[in-house]
């Protein structure tokens, strides 16, 4: 019974994300092109107030220079209509829930290969992104889209650990330190299924993509035991803590690291000696677009070299555009250069998610459903 009504209740919660990402703005980032989700009685392509040819862009929080939309509106003369998620899963929801206006989605790799068997996307006509050359062919052709049919890759990079070394005065180099009774009630985790089961599979010296159900246990126990000792879990609200001083550790994607560091330059970044997720976010068309030449025309823009070095240096993701990465790397501090791009024994120890077995994923949502209840 108790599972039920958890069930239930996730369920409702993830009705109420879904349609408030449909029905008003989620962008933290400001600027005329977040607007509200009006459109929906407009027709396909088209804003219900001007009638301009319109693009619906769903992307992570954190992830663009506004300045970069503006600019494709006006050499496209395109309008882009821009919000962002919280989570893939948050994503997956609100897709799957209908109603969500969506042109352009920039998802992770594994759930743009759920999204491919699942046949929510729509192949790319490359002929109308030739700018797709262009990216870095270590990332293309991976076991989520391992024809190149489906995606375009958008940002690459790594999950670390970020710490207060004010807090704690000494080097921390594994993801145990997460799992420390020592930092209790300061410590922050992902509030998300498969980036946090992930840090505790790999500290427990497992794959990321197991199947195996006895693993999965076990890193469950493992996270179970974690939640008495934390303070929260997070996602973009680990920016506010950690800078505050309010937590004094937490797992995070390492790019974000640098913004953090700008406003405390106490935090200091490790990727923990046994490894961690390479994560590929890419972007892709979701079936229900009915915009699919004008999506690919931004697909194309935020390709191009000199837009995809912009938003580097807003951002510090590294861009899957050789090119970019390659004049943003040398425009960086050599310290920092090692936190935005991978080295070849760092890399060699990552894993990309995986798409995994329909009973495997219903086994994280039940453990996720008990964990977080």
């Excluded at 970019?324 to 936190?339: G, H, K, N, S, T």
């Amino acid at each position: 019974m108790k599972k039920t009504i958890i069930a239930i209740a996730l369920l409702c919660l993830m009705l109420t994300i879904a349609l408030t990402a449909c029905g008003q703005s989620s962008s933290t980032q400001g600027g005329s092109t977040a607007e509200s989700g009006s459109e929906a009685q407009a027709p396909a392509g088209q804003d219900s107030s001007s009638g301009q040819e319109t693009i619906f862009v769903h992307n992570w929080g954190y992830f663009i220079d506004m300045d970069v939309l503006r600019i494709f509106e006006e050499e496209y003369g395109i309008r882009v209509r821009y919000s962002e998620f919280v989570n893939n899963e948050t994503l997956y929801a609100a897709l799957n829930l209908g109603g969500m206006i969506a042109d352009v989605i920039i998802p992770s790799d594994y759930m743009i290969g759920r999204m491919i068997a699942e046949d929510m996307l729509y192949e790319l006509n490359f002929d109308n992104i030739p700018n797709a050359s262009l990216i870095d062919p270590r990332f293309r052709g991976l076991d989520f889209d391992p024809e190149n049919r489906f995606a375009v890759p958008y940002k690459v990079g790594t999950v670390g650990l970020i710490y207060n070394s004010a807090m704690i005065p000494y080097e921390i180099t594994s993801w145990g330190a997460l799992f420390d009774e020592r930092f209790a009630g300061q410590i922050l985790m992902f509030d998300n299924p498969r980036d946090a089961f992930a840090v505790a599979l790999k500290y427990l010296g497992y794959n990321i993509n197991t199947t195996n159900e006895s693993e999965i246990q076990e890193a469950f126990e493992l996270l179970s035991q974690q939640r008495g000792i934390l303070q929260a879990y997070v996602m973009d609200q680990i920016f506010d803590k950690l800078e505050s001083g309010e937590a004094w550790i937490g797992p995070y994607y390492a790019p974000d690291f640098l913004t953090m560091y700008a406003n405390n330059p106490d935090l200091r970044f490790v990727r923990p000696v046994e490894g961690t997720n390479f994560f590929v976010d890419a972007m892709v068309i979701p079936r229900g677009s009915q915009n699919r030449a004008n999506a690919e025309k931004f697909i194309n823009f935020m390709s191009r070299t000199d837009i995809a070095l912009m938003n580097m240096r807003w951002s510090h993701y590294a861009s899957a555009n050789y090119e970019a990465a390659a004049i943003f790397a040398q425009e960086l501090d050599p310290a920092y250069r090692e936190v935005v791009f991978v080295g070849e024994v760092d890399y060699a120890k990552s894993e990309v998610f995986l798409h995994l077995p329909q009973h495997i994923l219903d086994l994280y949502d039940r453990l996720w459903i008990q964990l977080r209840s």
